[in-house]
């Protein structure tokens, strides 16, 4: 367990070293956040209710989901392919360290100051400067803490997924392009699957992808009540339990594939 505190401390003071980096992370999240946010203000002018959405719980599902897409700020995808290229991959196979646990205590130490800046601006925007109305159930405020949890862990594990792919190419930026629009798309980062055409919504529903954003904003904003929402808990539980099983087989094939180019 030490090895893994030491390993998160190191990430954390990474990420301040590098403190610019992750600040213009969070404010180009935010300014698309931003963006949107006057977006749908504009098309709610003419509308009171679109697909199900007041302009009240749309600001609501605006925020939440800036929250949720930022509390993964480490590229994983880039990070797996530098080690691959340059053949430190080898040093990492060696330890006596779980890779896949190394990742996520790295993702969490990157991520930790990220996620506290994310929170701070998100509250305050929300409360102070749009009025946004937040539920007062203590309830939901629980649901959406184990949601929100899920929802990391399941961008994680996508994210280290992906990042497996770097074993069978040189370059990584495609794949995590590839990851990234992927899941904005299809986790309703961008708008909220109701929006979506019939056939999309009902792929979509199908994916993982919805554990990240969708069911913590739902829950949050009050669209899941009762026994859905602990259906929707179930379902990224279950998702993550799968996809946890299906980075262990295709690590095992990655491995096979180490090729030093360099390092």
């Known amino acids: 367990m030490k ?6 401390k190191c990430a ?4 301040m070293i590098y403190r610019w980096n992750f600040f213009f992370g969070i404010l180009s999240k935010f300014a698309v956040t931003i963006v949107m946010f006057y977006i749908w203000r504009i098309m709610f002018k003419s509308n009171q209710i679109i697909a199900g959405y007041t302009w009240e719980s749309m600001k609501v599902y605006l925020f939440v989901s800036f929250l949720c897409t930022s509390t993964i700020s480490w590229n994983a995808e880039m990070s797996m392919s530098k080690k691959v290229i340059q053949g430190n991959i080898i040093a990492d196979l060696i330890k006596p360290v779980n890779l896949r646990t190394v990742t996520l205590v ?53 994210s280290y997924i992906f990042s497996l792919f770097s074993f069978w190419t040189s370059n990584a930026y495609g794949i995590a392009t590839a990851r990234s629009t992927i899941s904005n798309f299809f986790s309703g980062a961008l708008v909220p699957f109701e929006l979506f055409p019939p056939l999309l919504a009902r792929i979509a529903f199908l994916l993982p992808f919805k554990g990240i954003v969708y ?23 279950i998702w993550l339990m799968v996809l946890w099983g299906i980075s262990n087989l295709l690590w095992k094939q990655a491995v096979q594939q180490v090729t030093i180019n360099g390092g």
């Open 3 to 8: 090895k893994y505190i030491s390993l998160f």
């Open 12 to 15: 954390v003071q990474e990420t």
């Open 106 to 158: 790295q993702a969490i130490g990157n991520s930790f100051f990220s996620n506290l800046c994310a929170i701070g601006i998100m509250f305050y925007c929300a409360i102070f400067i749009f009025k946004v109305s937040l539920p007062t159930d203590f309830q939901i405020w629980i649901s959406f803490l184990i949601s929100i949890g899920l929802s990391f862990l399941l961008n994680f594990i996508l």
């Open 215 to 237: 069911i913590p904003t739902s829950i949050f904003i009050g669209t899941l009540s009762g026994s859905e929402i602990y259906h929707a808990l179930m379902g990224q539980t």
